[in-house]
């Protein structure tokens, strides 16, 4: 019998959207217009199945029904769910919205969520166009009173997808959004905060190391890793793009990461793998609760600290070079080619820290 965490590997984000329809548009949680859960909407493939399991079933409903949010103090937790959040695997993605909401009873403890699955959009283009357009209906279903409403509006929403989706297909790469505006992060003192980051991404996730066969199968790679990240920008867009790039340089393909954005804090939560429900429980505790990974020491040794530099210093090389903190330093491999945008944004980090 096949293990959820097996199926997870073997399926999740690897699904073949048809080419006139590739993408699809679901919803789930809690609404007005339901006097309970909101009838499944739009789980028309595997993945989208998987999600709900994993968000709602084994995720909110775990922390919930354990109280892990009412035991926070109040300064420790966040009053509600207002979290953008991105699912990557490959050149397919997972966009969605979570938001706090009621049933047709006045219930308030779960939330409404949304979920977009993209395949084959780059992710300049869904972050610019497809994210807005789940915003809004977010915006849309919350205003909604009834349930013929709201699957009105996913309908609507799901057609304008299928659109962009395929209007990005046809442009074999969608369209380049230029320079994003990243302003001052909120990394640590020093070099130190991205050091911590790598320190993390060398020493939790190496299951993961790119080109690693094993990081289909190990059983250590199912389990989902953790960080709590700074926002590093004002906007969702560039802090997802920055951060998605980031991990993409340092990990497999086959890596699973999933990003959630809260609006209401400066942090970003990243799970790599399959996420467990104590990985969610970051939705509703702030950075009193759960700290930075750029702020917690580290004992990391100057044969460490001088690698990380070094790989750093490639991106002031011209031309420059990405490269994985797995990679040998002697090799211009370990990672995929990125393009010369994502070497500014790197750039970009770097030079942040060194001020």
Known sequence: MRSPADSFLKQFLLDELPGDAGAYFAAFGKHPGWNDHIDDLGLQTETLAMAKRIIYLDGLSSQIDSGAWEKLSEDSRLEGFDHLYLWQRGSNLLLGSITSSRDGK??????????????????????????????????????????????????????????????????????????????QSRMGPGDDGLLRIFYQIKTRLSNWAPGR?????????????????????????????????????????????????????????????????????????????????????????????????????????????VRSIFADSGSAGGASALTSRVVELSRSIWQRMRR
């Open 213 to 321: 066969a094993a990081a289909k199968t190990e059983v250590g790679a199912t389990h989902g890793v953790h960080f709590r990240l700074p926002q590093g920008a004002v906007d969702p867009i560039a802090g997802l793009t920055m951060w998605s790039e980031l991990f993409e340089a340092q990990l497999d393909s086959t890596a699973p990461r999933l990003f959630f954005w809260p609006r209401m804090g400066n942090w970003l939560d990243v799970v790599v793998g399959r996420p467990a429900g104590v990985d969610f429980f970051g939705l509703r505790a702030n950075t009193r609760a759960i700290p930075f990974v750029t702020d917690v020491p580290y004992d990391m040794d100057r044969t460490f600290r001088e690698e990380v530099r070094a790989l750093l210093m490639d991106l002031e090389a011209e031309p420059p070079r």
């Open 106 to 183: 006045g219930r308030t403890r779960y939330p409404i969520v949304l979920c977009a699955q993209l395949g084959g959009v780059p992710l300049e283009a869904a972050l610019h166009d497809c994210l807005p357009r789940v915003d809004l209906a977010m915006a849309a279903c919350k205003a909604a009173a009834t349930a013929d409403e709201v699957r009105a509006i996913m309908d609507e929403t799901r057609e304008a997808l299928v659109k962009d989706s395929q209007a990005h297909a046809k442009a074999r790469g969608g369209r380049d959004l230029g320079s994003l505006r990243l302003l």
